[in-house]
C-alpha cells in the first residue's frame, strides 16, 4: 500500500495500545540533499556529528561507497516509528486478505455477540 505524496497533514492509525501518527515532515520540503548525502569516509571521521544530525534534525543520513548508496543512518525514534508503521501495514494487508476471502463478519454481529457475551445493555 503506497500512500500519495500529498496525503493529509495527519494520519493516525491504532495499533495495540499505540495511536501512530504519520504525517510529512516539516523538513522534507527545505531538505537539503547535500546535507543529507555523506560518503562512508565522512560518518568514519564525523560519526558523532553525523548522529546529533540525524538526531536533532530527524531525517536521514544516506551514506554512500564509491559513489553507490550502501546504507542510511537514521535516530531510534524515526526507526521505531518506521518500523511500527511498516507492522501496521502489514496487518492491514492481512485484514484486506481475509476480507477478500470472506473471512470476516459484519460489525453489527460482532458488537452485538460481545455484548450479549458481557451483558453489555444500550
Do not use: W
Not at 561507497?65 to 494487508?93: H, P, T
Amino acid at each position: 500500500m503506497k500512500l500519495p505524496y500529498n496525503y493529509a497533514e495527519n494520519l493516525f492509525l491504532f495499533y495495540g495500545n499505540k495511536v501512530l501518527t504519520l504525517r510529512k515532515s516539516k523538513n522534507c520540503e527545505k531538505m537539503n540533499l547535500k546535507e543529507c548525502i555523506k560518503p562512508v569516509s565522512y560518518i568514519q571521521n564525523n560519526t558523532a556529528d553525523a548522529m546529533a544530525f540525524v538526531t536533532e534534525r530527524r531525517e536521514p543520513v544516506i551514506i554512500t561507497q564509491d559513489g553507490n548508496v550502501k546504507a542510511v543512518l537514521l535516530d531510534m525514534e524515526s526507526y521505531q516509528s518506521m518500523k511500527d508503521a511498516i507492522n501496521m501495514l502489514r496487518l492491514l494487508r492481512l485484514s484486506e486478505r481475509d476480507v477478500a476471502a470472506g473471512n470476516c463478519r459484519p460489525a453489527e454481529k460482532v458488537f452485538a455477540n460481545l455484548k450479549s457475551k458481557y451483558g453489555i445493555n444500550d
